[in-house]
């Protein structure tokens, strides 16, 4: 996991500017900023956090301190390079695996009130490798905190879900909001998928390795990590105006038709 982001680096960060990734960071929005309202005083914690993306806006989204850790040193230096001075009290960055316990550097605290994982979840290979993140999730987050992470799509039927990316079975432009998704080959255990993800950025490329496993395998994971709490998928909500899409998305409405069918990522909820 490693290699490929240090390879990728900062050029991460034009992945943000894809309709797909807009439509990723409103929802987000939505889904954390009552939890970050609900205090005075809200920390987070964001698990792979990249070049600190969703660590900046956490804090322009009402979060008072922001710990971000990422197993990729030059993610985590692009993230640092990028952080404003003003900020840096409340922003602080390190380098971790966040797939093994982690014990942070950079912080007064070991809990949280919020633990983000965007696109965590999706280096898990294994019912043990999920349950390992989530029992590092659950170790950091304080009794009535809340995880918030965005995974791959959470299809009821996974099998017949990554038959809509197979080119030979379909004739969708899988490019059409950004990224492409290729499900590469079953993973021995019989849960899920290997997957190489392109986005289509300049100016080149960007492509990286990751899994789409079951549902049902987060579910399991989640609660057998220490995260007992409601959990809840949420509703991932399109513009529902035109002059909303233009407005926000820089597209007329019917640039999403279709989205739904086949949609790029989902929102997962779990309270402890």
């Not at 309202?37 to 922001?66: I, K, P, Q």
């Not at 392109?198 to 995260?227: K, M």
């Amino acid at each position: 996991m490693s290699t490929q982001y240090d390879e990728i680096g900062l050029s991460y960060e034009s992945m943000k500017r894809l309709p797909a990734a807009s439509l990723e960071r409103a929802n987000l929005r939505a889904t954390v900023t009552p939890f970050l309202n609900a205090n005075t005083e809200t920390s987070v914690l964001d698990l792979a956090c990249g070049t600190g993306y969703y660590s900046r806006l956490l804090l322009s989204w009402g979060a008072s301190r922001v710990v971000g850790v990422d197993i990729s040193p030059t993610m985590v230096d692009a993230a640092r390079s990028q952080t404003p001075p003003e900020a840096s009290e409340k922003l602080v960055f390190e380098v971790g695996d966040c797939t093994q316990p982690l014990t942070l550097r950079q912080s007064t605290t070991e809990q949280f009130d919020i633990v983000l994982g965007a696109w965590l979840l999706n280096y898990a290979g294994t019912r043990a490798e999920m349950t390992r993140m989530f029992a590092n999730i659950a170790s950091h987050l304080r009794p009535g905190g809340h995880f918030v992470g965005i995974t791959p799509h959470p299809a009821i039927d996974l099998d017949k879900f990554a038959e809509l990316f197979d080119p030979e079975k379909t004739d969708r432009d899988q490019a059409r909001y950004g990224v492409s998704v290729a499900y590469t080959g079953r993973i021995p255990e019989g849960y899920g998928y290997r997957t190489k993800i392109t986005a289509h950025v300049q100016p080149r490329e960007i492509s990286f390795e990751n899994y789409h496993l079951d549902r049902s395998i987060y579910e399991a994971c989640a609660r057998e990590g220490g995260l007992k709490g409601n959990l809840e998928w949420k509703e991932i909500r399109l513009p529902q105006t035109d002059e909303e899409s233009r407005r926000e998305y820089d597209a007329a409405l019917a640039f999403w038709t279709g989205y739904h069918e086949a949609p790029h990522f989902g929102i997962l909820v779990i309270g402890k």
